[in-house]
């Protein structure tokens, strides 16, 4: 079987793996405090042009989005997402279970709008008996979004805009930032997520490395005993130099954004091919993973060879599935999968 269901079904980037050999007899301190860790983070600081931030190396994408939220938020606060976020649909509740709501919105192709943060205000606001709510703090997006759409310049923008107005902190989860960055319909740099947040995460874990998002803090009251928080849930790695290994290599000669941008170019080729043989996509996803509104048959047919994810239902009773490249998508899977589409 050929696996197409997800951009975490590899183990690491070669680049990666050599690394992590050339240093594996280099005596390093524990808890990210390493000479390799501290190299990544001087990377990405250079990279994303900003000297001001703090920068964590976290296991993987749902503690990290615990660790974001929890460390900002106090008790009675909660963090606005869309309905269709992964920290309200994919977690498990992870962020509820530390006590904060997730306030949700319906919003429009896996995105909220400025507008829908804004009502949310000014319905909290004018609320007389508003301190008997959830206090909302906290804006939460992910770029790309869960159906593989992605914010323009002006949207995010937009979003800052009305975050500042009403003091709320806007988290850009990254766990796919790369592909995102790839997109050929993109007008933001990561320079622009780092201006355009609070706090963001470059996610590793689906681009290239085994393990590891980077959390980047640019608010410094969000910076202040952030580390606290990563210990006393039992994130902070002892050998934190796994993480920033991967990313100190990540970082050098732009792998993170060459890898990414091969594996868009790889996903926008196969949604090429169900466009060309008359097969409708489910939203506007011009990132590494496509949306294709498959019949039952259809469906039968392509599992023969292939695993991909269900998505859900279309309105049409057809059946909406997920297939993701990745920085590995081998091109003789990719062409054999095309030929079958052509088949179908
Ligand atoms: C946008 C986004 N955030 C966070 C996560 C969670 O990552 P992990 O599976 O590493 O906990 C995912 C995983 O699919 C994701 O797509």
Redesign the pocket.
């Known amino acids: 079987m050929i696996m197409f269901q997800?951009d975490?079904l590899e183990g690491a980037h070669p680049e990666i793996l050599k690394r992590l050999m050339e240093t594996n007899d280099i005596q390093r301190v524990g808890y990210g405090e390493d000479i390799f860790s501290e190299s990544a983070r001087k990377k990405i600081k250079k990279r994303i042009g900003r000297d001001d931030v703090d920068i964590h190396f976290i296991v993987?994408?749902?503690?990290?989005?615990l660790l974001v939220i929890s460390s900002a938020l106090r008790q009675y606060q909660g963090v606005i997402s869309p309905k269709t976020g992964?920290?309200n649909v994919?977690?498990t509740g992870a962020v509820e279970v530390t006590g904060h709501k997730v306030i949700t919105v319906d919003g429009r192709d896996g995105k909220l709008s400025a507008e829908d943060v804004k009502m949310i205000m000014e319905n909290h606001l004018s609320d007389p008996s508003k301190e008997h709510t959830v206090q909302p703090k906290m804006v939460y997006i992910?770029f790309p979004t869960?159906n593989g759409t992605i914010y323009s310049k002006k949207e995010l923008e937009d979003i800052r805009k009305v975050t500042k107005e009403y003091d709320l902190y806007l988290f850009i989860?990254g766990?796919?930032l790369g592909y995102g960055l790839a997109s050929p319909d993109t007008d933001l740099t990561i320079e622009d997520i780092a201006n355009l947040s609070d706090v963001f995460y470059i996610?590793g874990?689906?681009c290239g490395a085994f393990s590891g998002?980077a959390v980047v803090i640019s608010n410094s009251e969000l910076k202040k005993d952030f580390k606290y928080n990563i210990k006393a849930r039992g994130a902070m790695l002892a050998k934190g130099s796994l993480n920033g290994i991967q990313f100190d290599t990540l970082f050098t000669d732009d792998l993170y954004f060459k890898i990414t941008k091969d594996a868009v170019g790889k996903a926008l080729k196969l949604k090429d091919a169900f466009t060309k043989k008359g097969i409708k996509l489910f939203g506007s996803s011009s990132t590494n993973q496509i949306f294709p509104v498959l019949s039952d048959s259809e469906i039968t047919k392509l599992r023969e060879k292939y695993l991909f994810e269900t998505w859900g239902k279309n309105n049409d009773g057809k059946t909406i599935v997920r297939f993701c490249t990745s920085w590995n998508t081998k091109e003789e899977n990719l062409n054999s999968l095309i030929e079958d589409i052509e088949k179908l």
Do not use: F, P
């Open positions: 997800s975490y993987g994408g749902t503690i990290t989005n992964h920290i994919h977690e992910s869960e989860d766990a796919r996610g874990t689906k998002e």
